[in-house]
């Protein structure tokens, strides 16, 4: 699994602790506020892969956290996951039309907590690869027709390397080592090494340049913010 990061936001601190050694365990990296002020000031340096977010916090409540973040150009497509005290369905519903993605009453087991913040994970990884048009920085990259065009020029690249790229930039900013992106573009029943990846990451710098696609040392590869 990729080293992917999930923010929590929680003014109990023996509760952060306790997510935070959880999630090491499972291979997330994570990082810790205590209201959600500091949670947004975190999510902006940091851009998190998903955020949990308490409701009842100092300074700046969960609610307003989230409908901030949501109205963030930077931050409004983080998967957002409460995870609060609060079971009442009012509560619950305001937190989903503020923008939550999903809504979980503590108290709750780690194994159950984990097991959410996959789904949700999962859920927006997918949904990202139905778009047929990227267009990021000066890159178009047109999945119907397998072309990516820069300006008045036009790059019909191999269906592996066209695949690779548009996965990354689908997803920008975002790290995914090696093993991800074997699954995700080559699929999990192909045997292929871990070489690959990175022959097919030269290939496309030496035909677009190598200014969009970041080596991260020792964990992979990301798509320029």
Same mark, same amino acid.
Not at 11 to 27: H, P, Q, R, S, V
Not at 85 to 111: C, M, N, Q, W
């Given at each position: #699994?990729?080293?992917?990061? +999930?923010?929590?936001?929680?003014?109990?601190?023996?509760?952060?602790?306790?997510?935070?050694? =959880?999630?090491? @365990?499972?291979?997330?990296?994570?990082?810790? $506020?205590? =209201?959600?002020?500091?949670?947004?000031?975190?999510?902006?340096?940091?851009?998190?892969?998903?955020?949990?977010?308490?409701?009842?916090?100092?300074?700046?409540?969960?609610?307003?956290?989230?409908?901030? #973040?949501?109205?963030?150009?930077?931050?409004? *497509?983080?998967?957002?996951?409460?995870?609060? $005290?609060? *079971?009442?369905?009012?509560?619950?519903?305001?937190?989903?039309?503020?923008?939550?993605?999903?809504?979980?009453?503590?108290?709750?087991?780690?194994?159950?907590?984990?097991?959410? +913040?996959?789904?949700?994970?999962?859920? /927006?990884?997918?949904?990202?690869?139905?778009?047929?048009? %990227?267009?990021?920085?000066?890159? *178009? +990259?047109?999945?119907? &027709?397998?072309?990516?065009?820069?300006?008045?020029?036009?790059?019909?690249?191999? &269906? @592996?390397? /066209?695949?690779? %790229?548009?996965?990354?930039?689908?997803?920008?900013?975002?790290? !995914?080592? !090696?093993?991800?992106?074997? =699954?995700?573009?080559?699929?999990? =029943?192909?045997?292929?090494?871990?070489?690959?990846?990175?022959?097919?990451?030269?290939?496309?710098?030496?035909?677009?340049?190598?200014?969009?696609?970041?080596?991260?040392?020792?964990?992979?590869?990301? /798509?320029?913010?």
């Amino acid at each position: #699994m990729a080293k992917q990061t +999930i923010l929590v936001v929680d003014d109990e601190k023996d509760l952060l602790d306790l997510i935070e050694y =959880n999630l090491k @365990k499972e291979g997330f990296a994570v990082l810790k $506020a205590e =209201n959600g002020e500091e949670g947004i000031k975190i999510a902006k340096e940091h851009k998190p892969d998903l955020v949990l977010m308490d409701i009842m916090m100092p300074k700046m409540d969960g609610m307003e956290a989230v409908e901030t #973040m949501r109205a963030d150009e930077d931050l409004k *497509s983080i998967p957002i996951i409460f995870l609060t $005290a609060r *079971s009442d369905e009012k509560t619950e519903v305001e937190g989903l039309d503020k923008g939550g993605d999903d809504y979980i009453t503590k108290p709750i087991s780690t194994t159950k907590l984990i097991s959410r +913040i996959k789904a949700v994970m999962r859920r /927006f990884d997918e949904t990202t690869e139905d778009v047929d048009r %990227l267009d990021v920085h000066d890159l *178009s +990259i047109d999945k119907d &027709r397998y072309i990516v065009t820069r300006g008045d020029d036009e790059f019909q690249l191999p &269906r @592996k390397e /066209f695949e690779l %790229l548009y996965y990354l930039a689908s997803r920008k900013g975002k790290v !995914r080592d !090696r093993q991800t992106l074997l =699954n995700k573009v080559w699929g999990d =029943n192909i045997y292929v090494v871990d070489r690959t990846v990175d022959v097919h990451v030269r290939k496309i710098r030496e035909k677009l340049g190598d200014h969009y696609i970041e080596t991260v040392k020792g964990v992979g590869y990301r /798509f320029k913010e």
